[in-house]
């Protein structure tokens, strides 16, 4: 089998080559990657020496550059990871967002009619579904909850996800879809708050906890949502959404003082700035569906996760230090300075 992984340069992306070079030795992996800000070749540099993996460099809203990948490659599955991620750079600046993940995923979808694939899967996220009240502990989203979106990041994805569900109904194309909460794990881009925290922590910099950190996260080892996308794109209904969590709510506040305890730093370090515009108050999943119907169930817990974590980013400095000392910085201070 062959296998098209856009944004594989990425977190998740990143997480999930290695995930099938692992599991599913016997497929080939390429991965297309527009190398964005988010996307380092470092990621994928144990992979690149796998025959079985190729990277490609491109941009998945590049019409003509996806027809002829698929001429040549004639992939048999395609799991598009490739989006802007980050929902406060949504907020500054939108255009990119509804380019490449909404177009983006279109590009990717006409050229999987046009060649013949076997499976698309679209990976989307729980922030579809909006947000739900903090005091209201008995509500979780399910795949039947309304799409109800408060960013320019998740209705791009929410778009493009109404997108895939329309390819399938008008053109029978065999799609999947999972939305899934809060990632975390090696390789995580340090814009995002765990890595973000870490890094700041580590260079007893203040961590900017936006509003007063009660705003509440699922959050998800990366390597069970890689086992899920897994299991979805090659077992999964078509036509179908999963949505993927591990009911492991905690409020930010939470996931900042772990941190600052793992890291033997004072929690002084701790500064409240100025909150995110339309900040989503809480996520939390049902995945009653995925593990009903495929048998999914995460393996990692949340404290032993973070440790893996904290670890990895202790263990591999290269790899966040130099992204944090080049263009980064004029981000941070774009953001946080004046927050
Ligand atoms: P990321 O920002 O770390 O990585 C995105 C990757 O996509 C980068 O390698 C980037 O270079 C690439 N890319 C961006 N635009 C591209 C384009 N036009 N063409 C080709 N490649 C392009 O993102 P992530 O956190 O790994 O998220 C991956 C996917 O998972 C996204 O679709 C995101 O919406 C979804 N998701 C993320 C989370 C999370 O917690 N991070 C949770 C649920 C769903
Ligand atoms: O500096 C910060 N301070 C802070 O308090 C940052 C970067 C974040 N936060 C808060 C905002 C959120 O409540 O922490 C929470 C998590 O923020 P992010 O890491 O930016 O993630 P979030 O906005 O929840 O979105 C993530 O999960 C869903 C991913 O970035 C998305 O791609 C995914 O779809």
Same mark, same amino acid.
């Given at each position: 089998?062959?296998?098209?992984?856009?944004?594989?340069?990425?977190?998740?992306?990143?997480?999930?080559?290695?995930?099938?070079?692992?599991?599913?030795?016997?497929?080939?992996?390429?991965?297309?990657?527009?190398?964005?800000?988010?996307?380092?070749?470092?990621?994928?540099?144990?992979?690149?020496?796998?025959?079985?993996?190729?990277?490609?460099?491109?941009?998945?809203?590049?019409?003509?550059?996806?027809?002829?990948?698929?001429?040549?490659?004639?992939?048999?599955?395609?799991?598009?990871?490739?989006?802007?991620?980050?929902?406060?750079?949504?907020?500054?600046?939108?255009?990119?967002?509804?380019?490449?993940?909404?177009?983006?995923?279109?590009?990717?979808?006409?050229?999987?009619?046009?060649?013949?694939?076997?499976?698309?899967?679209?990976?989307?996220?729980?922030?579809?579904?909006?947000?739900?009240?903090?005091?209201?502990?008995?509500?979780?989203?399910?795949?039947?909850?309304?799409?109800?979106?408060?960013?320019?990041?998740?209705?791009?994805?929410?778009?493009?996800?109404?997108?895939?569900?329309?390819?399938?109904?008008?053109?029978?194309?065999?799609?999947?879809?999972?939305?899934?909460?809060?990632?975390?794990?090696?390789?995580?881009?340090?814009?995002?708050?765990? !890595?973000?925290? $870490?890094? %700041?922590? =580590?260079?007893?910099? +203040?961590?900017?906890?936006?509003?007063? *950190?009660?705003?509440?996260?699922?959050?998800?080892?990366?390597?069970?949502?890689?086992?899920?996308?897994?299991?979805?794109?090659?077992?999964?209904?078509?036509?179908?959404?999963?949505?993927?969590?591990?009911?492991?709510?905690?409020?930010?506040?939470?996931?900042?003082?772990?941190?600052?305890?793992?890291?033997?730093?004072?929690?002084?370090?701790?500064?409240?700035?100025?909150?995110?515009?339309?900040?989503?108050?809480?996520?939390?999943?049902? !995945?009653?569906? $995925?593990? %009903?119907? =495929?048998?999914?169930? +995460?393996?990692?817990?949340?404290?032993? *996760?973070?440790?893996?974590?904290?670890?990895?980013?202790?263990?591999?400095?290269?790899?966040?230090?130099?992204?944090?000392?080049?263009?980064?910085?004029?981000?941070?201070?774009?953001?946080?300075?004046?927050?």
């Amino acid at each position: 089998m062959k296998i098209i992984v856009t944004g594989g340069a990425g977190f998740i992306g990143g997480n999930f080559v290695y995930y099938e070079l692992k599991n599913h030795p016997e497929d080939e992996i390429i991965c297309l990657d527009k190398l964005t800000y988010a996307g380092n070749l470092e990621t994928l540099e144990e992979a690149m020496k796998n025959p079985k993996f190729k990277f490609v460099k491109g941009d998945i809203a590049d019409r003509k550059f996806v027809y002829e990948l698929f001429e040549s490659e004639k992939p048999d599955i395609v799991i598009n990871f490739a989006a802007e991620s980050h929902v406060d750079r949504s907020i500054e600046d939108p255009e990119i967002f509804l380019k490449t993940n909404v177009m983006g995923t279109q590009v990717l979808m006409d050229a999987c009619r046009k060649y013949g694939i076997t499976r698309y899967h679209q990976v989307s996220t729980d922030e579809v579904y909006g947000d739900l009240p903090l005091d209201r502990p008995d509500l979780f989203f399910n795949e039947d909850t309304p799409i109800h979106t408060s960013s320019p990041y998740s209705a791009s994805k929410a778009s493009a996800d109404l997108l895939v569900l329309a390819y399938y109904r008008t053109y029978k194309l065999p799609v999947t879809i999972t939305r899934c909460s809060n990632n975390y794990g090696p390789y995580h881009f340090p814009e995002k708050l765990i !890595p973000l925290m $870490i890094a %700041n922590a =580590l260079a007893d910099k +203040p961590l900017p906890v936006y509003g007063k *950190g009660e705003n509440v996260r699922d959050w998800l080892y990366v390597e069970d949502h890689c086992a899920a996308i897994d299991l979805v794109a090659r077992k999964g209904k078509v036509g179908e959404v999963y949505n993927v969590g591990g009911h492991n709510e905690k409020t930010n506040l939470e996931v900042v003082k772990t941190i600052l305890k793992q890291l033997g730093k004072p929690e002084s370090l701790i500064t409240f700035v100025t909150d995110r515009p339309g900040h989503d108050r809480r996520y939390a999943i049902d !995945p009653t569906k $995925i593990h %009903n119907e =495929l048998g999914w169930l +995460p393996q990692t817990k949340f404290d032993d *996760g973070i440790k893996k974590t904290v670890q990895w980013y202790l263990d591999n400095r290269n790899w966040w230090e130099s992204i944090i000392s080049g263009e980064y910085k004029n981000y941070y201070e774009k953001m946080y300075a004046n927050r």
